[in-house]
């Protein structure tokens, strides 16, 4: 297992149109979590999966906002009506189900809305 | 969350230490200590983390407070693959226990 991998790394999008990011997180580990990284500032908190149930979701994402873990496995995180706001790279990041072990992040989506 | 305060940002040169000191006085007694650096373009990567004691691994040491209330992350001989963002963060212990709030983080730099 090569670690946690995003699809795609970079999108544009035109200001109104739908987007969807998709992550696969390591095999065994059944906490997916997401993130959203503005320039200079540190990744914020969107939501987590325990399994393909949604834990925890932050005021951050808003109603256009909806992730997904079907069966545990990968998840999406799909933006409806982008907005310049939106713009940002979208992290994923995985760990086993114990508390406080490690999580490993991938690499990112960057979204430019235009 | 409970809140961590770091430097914005520090200097180092190369195959010196570097000592990033970290306070979070209002940590509770649950909460751990946990450190991540983000290199250029990419995403967080774990460092190391800890509860009370003082911790070792290949990346670095974490030297925790007896009060906990601040903790200083060492990097033995900072090479130039060390200039990251490196983020101090309090994880509670718990179902969430993962879920990380970061703050600014502190910004090395390494000079050759």
């Known amino acids: 297992d090569t670690g946690v991998s995003q699809d795609p790394r970079h999108k544009i999008t035109k200001r109104g149109q739908n987007v969807t990011f998709r992550c696969d997180p390591i095999s065994e580990h059944n906490r997916l979590y997401w993130y959203r990284q503005t320039l200079g500032q540190g990744p914020e908190f969107l939501t987590y999966?325990?399994?393909?149930?949604?834990?925890?979701k932050s005021r951050l994402l808003s109603d256009r906002f909806s992730a997904e873990r079907p069966k545990g496995s990968f998840s999406t995180l799909e933006i409806q009506r982008t907005e310049q706001g939106d713009s940002a790279m979208y992290l994923c990041a995985s760990s086993l189900g114990a508390a406080n072990t490690e999580a490993f992040f991938g690499q990112g989506t960057r979204l430019t809305v235009v | 969350d409970a809140k961590t305060t770091q430097p914005n940002s520090m200097e180092s040169n190369e195959e010196e230490p570097v000592h990033l000191p970290c306070n979070h006085s209002t940590i509770s007694g649950t909460d751990y200590i946990h450190w991540y650096r983000q290199l250029p373009s990419q995403g967080p990567e774990y460092v190391i983390h800890g509860l009370t004691s003082n911790v070792n691994n290949r990346m670095a040491s974490l030297a925790i407070a007896e009060d906990r209330k601040s903790s200083t992350l060492i990097l033995h001989r900072a090479t130039l693959r060390d200039a990251a963002v490196y983020y101090c963060?309090?994880?509670?212990?718990?179902?969430?226990?993962?879920?990380?709030?970061f703050g600014g983080g502190t910004r090395v730099l390494v000079k050759p």
């Open positions: 963060i309090l994880s509670p212990r718990g179902a969430a226990g993962n879920k990380l709030t």
């Open positions: 999966f325990q399994n393909e149930a949604q834990l925890e």
